[in-house]
C-alpha cells in the first residue's frame, strides 16, 4: 500500500525569507502524480502544486516549488519570498489511478 | 463555475440523531470522494464514486454510514446513529479523469 510521510508537524519562517517543506513516499507503482494542498483557518483545501512522476523537470507556480527525487520518494516544497498569507497548514499528497493518499501535515507559521 | 458546493457547513447534533451531509459537484466531474479530517488521523478516505457507482468503500468505518450518489450533480453521506466520536470536518471533492481534485469547503460535524 502506499503511503506518505511529512516528518515535521509544525515550521516557522521570517516573512521575505524561504523555507522547505519535506515530504516521503512510498509506492511499487511507476505512474502517479504528487501534490501539495494548503489548508488556511478558513479549511478550505486549495491544490498549491501538481507534479507528474513522469516529468524530470521539477514545477514550478510562481513563488512555490518542488524538488522531486524520484529514486529517493522524495517530494518538497519550497516557499520563496515568504508571505503571511502562507501560513497555513500543508499537505502532501500521493495519487496512483484515481484516489489521494495524504500525509499528516505540516503547519506552517509566518513571522512578521 | 461555483466550484464544489457543501451543506450544511456546519452541524451540531445530538448523539443517536441521524445527519446528512450533501455535497453538489463540478459539473462534468466523473469521481467524487468523500474524506474525513480529524486531529489524530488526519484525511481518511471514506468512499469514492465513478460515473454515479461507488467503487471503493472500504474507508467507511462502520456500518452507520452509508452514501449515495443518485445521479451526476448531487451525493449525501448519512450517519446513523451518530455518535461523539463521528465528529469531524467531511470534505467531498470531485476530479475530472486525469486531472487534479477540487475540494469542497467542508462540513464541521459535531456530535454531543
Known amino acids: 500500500a502506499q503511503t506518505v510521510t511529512q516528518s515535521q508537524p509544525e515550521m516557522s519562517v521570517q516573512e521575505a525569507e524561504t523555507v522547505t517543506l519535506s515530504c516521503t513516499y512510498d509506492?511499487?507503482?511507476?505512474?502517479?502524480?504528487l501534490f501539495w494542498y494548503k489548508q488556511p483557518p478558513s479549511r478550505q483545501m486549495i491544490l498549491v502544486i501538481r507534479q507528474e512522476a513522469y516529468k524530470q523537470q521539477n514545477a514550478t507556480e510562481n513563488r512555490f516549488s518542488v524538488n522531486f527525487q524520484k529514486a529517493a520518494k522524495s517530494f518538497s516544497l519550497k516557499i520563496s519570498d515568504s508571505q503571511l498569507g502562507d501560513a497555513a497548514m500543508y499537505f502532501c499528497?500521493?495519487?496512483?489511478?484515481?484516489?489521494?493518499?495524504f500525509g499528516t501535515g505540516t503547519r506552517l507559521k509566518v513571522l512578521a | 463555475d461555483a466550484g464544489v458546493i457543501q451543506s450544511p457547513r456546519h452541524e451540531v447534533t445530538e448523539m443517536g440523531q441521524e445527519v446528512t451531509l450533501r455535497c453538489k459537484p463540478i459539473s462534468g466531474h466523473d469521481y467524487l470522494f468523500w474524506y474525513r479530517q480529524t486531529m489524530m488521523r488526519g484525511l481518511e478516505l471514506l468512499i469514492y464514486f465513478n460515473n454515479n457507482v461507488p467503487i471503493d468503500d472500504s474507508g467507511m468505518p462502520e456500518d452507520r454510514f452509508s452514501a449515495k450518489m443518485p445521479n451526476a450533480s448531487f451525493s449525501t453521506l448519512k450517519i446513523q446513529p451518530s455518535e461523539p466520536r463521528d465528529s469531524a470536518v467531511y470534505f467531498c471533492?470531485?476530479?475530472?479523469?486525469?486531472?487534479?481534485?477540487?475540494f469542497g469547503s467542508g462540513t464541521r460535524l459535531t456530535v454531543v
Open positions: 471533492a470531485s476530479r475530472p479523469t486525469g486531472g487534479s481534485y477540487t
Open positions: 509506492t511499487s507503482e511507476s505512474d502517479y502524480y
Open positions: 499528497a500521493y495519487s496512483g489511478t484515481y484516489k489521494y493518499i
